[in-house]
């Protein structure tokens, strides 16, 4: 949440910034500013609104160092005032995170003759380094003692006013990267904001500072310099553009046959970088948002081919009950970003309790990643939409390669299948080429005019439909719930009405009549009835609106097919609507607030 970028080099350092932002804009987009050393002070432009806004009141200024914001807000409705750079005294910073102490330190500093103009509890950290450095000129040490001051998690870029030589940085929790680049240095919260210049970057630790000048980056931890391991951004630089597609969405959505191919090769060929689940008495899986619904599937294919105890867990929950976990339980971490808080909390709730962690991760270098005992990554390369796909379907795939290994181990699957599996998961990449195709805009056309859908299915379908009711939810804002086909009468189908879409997934075999039996009950009472199914189950037009088919593949691997066609759906159902798809109203990529 929220995106900070500084340059400091020979190049006019505002256009760097504002396009670093633009690169960032999938962290947060309420609002967005900069800050730059002008005639021996710091000149702070600010705006509401998308960084377009910010753009419209920039003014001719050329200088060489800057500081950018983009924001979601946390502390203070969006608003000018509220939103970054934040000045205090001497000091100007921008921040991603939360200062969870803030209103104590708050009334400290009012106390000390420090007066606030926003919300925000940013302003409240700008004050405390000021109020710190007014006591001991000493930049350094101002910085370190934050660490014991300031409770919770923070990314902060920190211009002091007697310093135009210099952006100093620092972070805990919060991630930050350092770039060299030929033309000056940059310091940032994620890739994508550096990816124009150089891949070549630095990741700072917790507590790390670092003091990033024209020529140099001086990095620091515990008052003493330190040197860090230069890194390499290794996937294409393409994976962060939009490459001609109109929303980043629907090229992360094409883009899903090439990375499970890439993936495929690299994990399929390598089974020994793929963890034995069987030897752990139980598993719980632990995550956020779309990667709690891939832990669904990863648990209910656990089960199937492990015959162990697996329960998912939505992490924010999960941090606070109370949990049978001890050495012998692995607890599976599953986050895109690798930064989301409630996910880190359980992480190392499950640490302090003895349990092995496993992390399956996009982002390289991130907290999940660097924390667990053991970390998988998925290799998706940016993901840039706020609404999930590629990684999503890379997070199952990781799972359902768990339960192929454990189902080799626990002798389930045997020599023959073992080599049809195979098969099937690298015909993966051309039945999702195939489904690509489909004619996606009839459908979406009449869910488009509904205020309410309902998506059904049973086990593995009906865990894929959670999924895919939240694609459509989260951006066309139409209201979408999911429920296993068999619930849907106990009160919920009082709610279908003339026309009200009623999305069904039936992919297996075993259970297929009872949800087509569920689909009759909804369109006796007038629901428009989309099925999404496997070609090889039959089933009779006369009960359903329209169908969507799709090639049988052994549950390993469907639910991973079975997802595109709902992907593309929610995709062409907000774009009907002419909603901004990449960013969808209130909601953040990374979630790192609790
Ligand atoms: C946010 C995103 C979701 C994501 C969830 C968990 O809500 O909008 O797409 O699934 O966070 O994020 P993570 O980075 O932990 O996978």
């Keep these: ?219 620091f931890k515990d008052g003493k310099e330190i040197t860090k391991n230069l890194l390499t951004f290794e996937f294409d630089i393409s994976s962060a553009k939009k490459d001609g597609y109109k929303h980043y969405m629907l090229k992360e959505i094409y883009e899903q046959p090439k990375v499970i191919r890439n993936y495929l090769d690299h994990y399929l060929n390598n089974m020994d970088l793929i963890p034995d689940l069987s030897v752990y008495e139980k598993v719980h899986i632990v995550a956020c948002g779309s990667a709690y619904h891939a832990g669904l599937i990863g648990n209910y294919l656990f089960e199937e081919y492990g015959d162990m105890e697996v329960t998912c867990y939505v992490a924010s929950e999960y941090r606070y009950k109370k949990n049978f976990i001890n050495d012998k339980t692995l607890v599976i971490l599953i986050s895109q970003s690798g930064e989301t808080a409630d996910t880190i909390a359980s992480l190392r709730l499950a640490k302090e309790k003895g349990a092995k962690t496993l992390g399956i991760v996009n982002v390289v270098g991130s907290t999940i990643a660097r924390e667990s005992d053991q970390v998988i990554y998925i290799n998706a390369g940016c993901e840039i939409a706020v609404a999930t796909t590629k990684a999503y379907t890379l997070q199952v795939l990781t799972l359902s390669l768990c339960a192929y290994k454990l189902g080799i181990i626990k002798g ?100 297929a009549e009872k949800t087509i039996s569920n689909i009759k009950e909804v369109r006796a009472r007038g629901a428009y009835t989309l099925i999404l199914k496997n070609k090889d189950i039959e089933i009779s037009p006369d009960i359903y609106d329209d169908v969507m088919e799709i090639e049988e593949l052994n549950d390993l691997v469907s639910s991973i097919l079975t997802i595109v066609p709902l992907q593309m759906l929610a995709y062409h159902v907000a774009d009907s609507l002419g909603y901004d798809i990449d960013k969808p109203r209130n909601l953040a990529k990374s979630v790192t607030v609790e």
Aim: charged share 30%; glycine share 6%; with cysteine.
């Design 1 to 219: 949440m929220c995106g900070i970028i500084g340059y400091n080099g020979n190049k006019n350092a505002i256009p760097i910034v504002i396009d670093g932002l633009k690169n960032l804009e999938y962290r947060g987009y309420d609002s967005s500013g900069i800050a730059y050393f002008h005639n021996e002070k710091i000149k702070i432009i600010k705006e509401k609104g998308r960084i377009s806004e910010l753009e419209k009141i920039l003014d001719d200024d050329t200088p060489n160092l800057c500081i950018g914001h983009t924001r979601w807000a946390t502390h203070g409705k969006p608003s000018k005032v509220n939103s970054h750079p934040h000045k205090s005294g001497e000091i100007t910073i921008v921040h991603n995170g939360i200062i969870e102490n803030y209103a104590s330190l708050k009334e400290d500093l009012i106390k000390e003759g420090y007066t606030f103009l926003s919300e925000t509890d940013t302003e409240v950290a700008a004050a405390m380094i000021d109020y710190l450095y007014s006591k001991d000129n000493d930049k350094l040490k101002v910085l370190e003692k934050l660490e014991d001051i300031l409770r919770g998690s923070y990314a902060l870029l920190i211009l002091f006013r007697d310093d135009p030589d210099n952006i100093y940085a620092l972070r805990k929790g919060s991630p930050l990267i350092v770039a060299k680049s030929k033309t000056g240095n940059l310091v940032a919260s994620d890739i994508p904001a550096i990816l124009d210049y150089t891949k070549d970057y630095y990741l700072l630790d917790e507590n790390d500072i670092a003091i990033i000048g024209k020529n140099d980056i001086k990095f």
């Design 412 to 511: 389930k699957i045997d020599k023959n299948r073992e080599l049809e599996l195979k098969k099937s998961y690298y015909n993966l990449s051309k039945e999702i080429e195939e489904v690509l195709n489909f004619d996606y805009k009839k459908y979406a056309k009449r869910i488009a005019k509904s205020k309410n859908a309902f998506f059904i299915g049973r086990l593995i379908d009906y865990y894929i439909c959670e999924e895919g009711s939240l694609k459509l939810k989260e951006i066309s804002y139409i209201h979408s719930e999911t429920y296993p086909a068999g619930e849907l009468k106990h009160g919920t189908i009082s709610l279908i009405e003339e026309n009200t879409p009623v999305i069904a997934v039936i992919t297996d075999k075993k259970i």
